[in-house]
């Protein structure tokens, strides 16, 4: 009988992955096995940026059902690679109508100059560029272009930078809700939209000094990449809002026109016969051979982006783009890298708001072990490192922040919200019962914390806060005094961080990889890997951690599609043993980086 079960459940696993896995499986070899045709001889590359892109590549090979195919990261490393390819002649750059965030600009700013250097043209054309928090990012971003377009009819609204809070004390209050929250230090401002009904000093001094600070760089910026003077030009940019043509006639633009005009101007420049190609295609195709990986050295880069909690990323959806940063993945690929001898050094790429004090410390404590093992760990911040992402940077060999990167929030804040007396208003009564000590209930939502459970509290955070000022104190050589000073919960741009020591340089990926080899003591001319640690799953792997199979369910489930005896089926299951091999070594390979 067990044995007639084990055979019905292989047969029912089979069929299901046959006609529900199956297709996913096709899709995803089509997408990530396919090997497109070199790139025409005379390419031009069209980048649109309309669409959020995420910091770094997922790790599923599924994830491009979601709709994003690109990274800030693969953006940069294919634009290197395209300065090197004889084929690809200029670059259209279709620019958002909105704000991006500062630190991606910055880096997709560098990779445009990058491919500039190489004598290839840029057009960046925009629809119009509206309000929209930080939309200056967007208009830094389109001044590093040969040419910056606009739209006939379009206009230039973006005149400064913008944040946006909704308190919610007053109505908490009319309502009987408490937020009962506690914060080190005052700066840790995350929790004061619950706790006060406008700015306090504290927050509004944190907010407007880092909006100040990506303000002045973002502009300054714009005005070296199109040689006008930084004062003049933000005086132009507060004088917005202006029509395009408008625009035009204070030289914030280069040209009034449609988006098919300047692609006929960049095929023009290309050559005869020109295409337009979307990078995500061009990212596929073979590489030329001048840009051929060498056998050598490598960099391990170990991503991290998203909320940082405890655990392991192997149980989440199939088509999930890695919104979190799973302590015991990162760990583990930093182990890795600690046993591949290629490896010299590790590039450990932070994009995150914090998150867990746990997983910071398991993570960190995998940084500290790369050290120990003589592999120096260099960080390159994205988006922002703050709060627990600064606490996983913080004892690296070395920290590269992005001038606009937001790091620093060097605080803890926790608590909870007591909502049962607003209940009681309309007839909802809660409740609730503990068994156990006095604090089995402390973060129940009917009633505030006792004093006693307050206390407990606030020694717990006074115990992370110290841990925390101890740790970057340790890792960044700078007196606990001189932490305490610049901590408090407040949040820095990468300019304010480096001047206050919690940063040592200013760039991107291509500087953060430059001091890797540095300090691993690589010549500066030499090109090595970059291998990604931990390498992306295969499409059977993936849906095998989906559908809960065990390895021998898996085999059953392979030998029963095999008996169908369809030729895809076959043919697929072939690719998938393939790319499970290539999936089973210590990670994948980038690129031969062109960051030298």
Known sequence: MKQFLITIAGVFSALLLFFVGLPLVLISLIAAAA???PPPAHTVLSLDLRQALSDQEPNSPLSFLNGRSLSVITVAETLSRASHDPNVQAMLIRLPEGGLPPAQADELRLAIKGFRASGKMVIAQSQGLYP???STAT???GASADQLWMQPGASLQSSGITAEDLFLKRFFDKYGVTADYQQRKEYKNAVNPMLYDDYTPAHKEA?????????DTELTAAAQDRKQDPAALKTLIAGAPYGADEALAHHLIDRVGEVQDA???LKTRAGADAKLIELAQYRNSPRPTTYAAPAGSAIALIGAEGDIVTGTASGQSITATHSDVYSDDVAKAFQDAIHDDQVKAIVFRVSSPGGSDTASEQILSAVLAAKAAHKPVVVSMGTYAASGGYWISSNASEIVAEPTTLTGSIGVFGGKLVYGPALAKFGLDLRDLTVGGDFAGAYGSAQPFTPKQK????????RIYDGFVQRVATGRKLPVARVQEIAKG???????????????KLGGLGVAVGEAKRLAGLPAGERVVLKVLPGKSSPLETLQRAMGLSAASANAVSTGLWLLEDPRARMALSELG????????QGAVLAATPFQ
Do not use: C, K, N
Request: charged share 15%.
């Open 207 to 215: 907010e407007l000094g880092w909006m100040s600070s990506v303000y």
């Open 132 to 134: 929209s928090g930080v």
């Open 263 to 265: 692609i006929d101007t």
């Open 490 to 504: 407040r949040v820095w741009t990468g300019a304010q961080a480096q001047q206050l020591g919690l940063v040592d």
């Open 139 to 141: 208009y830094m971003l």
């Open 455 to 462: 206390a407990s509290i606030s020694a717990w955070m006074d």
């Open 35 to 37: 090997r497109p045709a």
């Open 578 to 585: 393939r790319a499970r091999l290539q999936a089973s070594g």
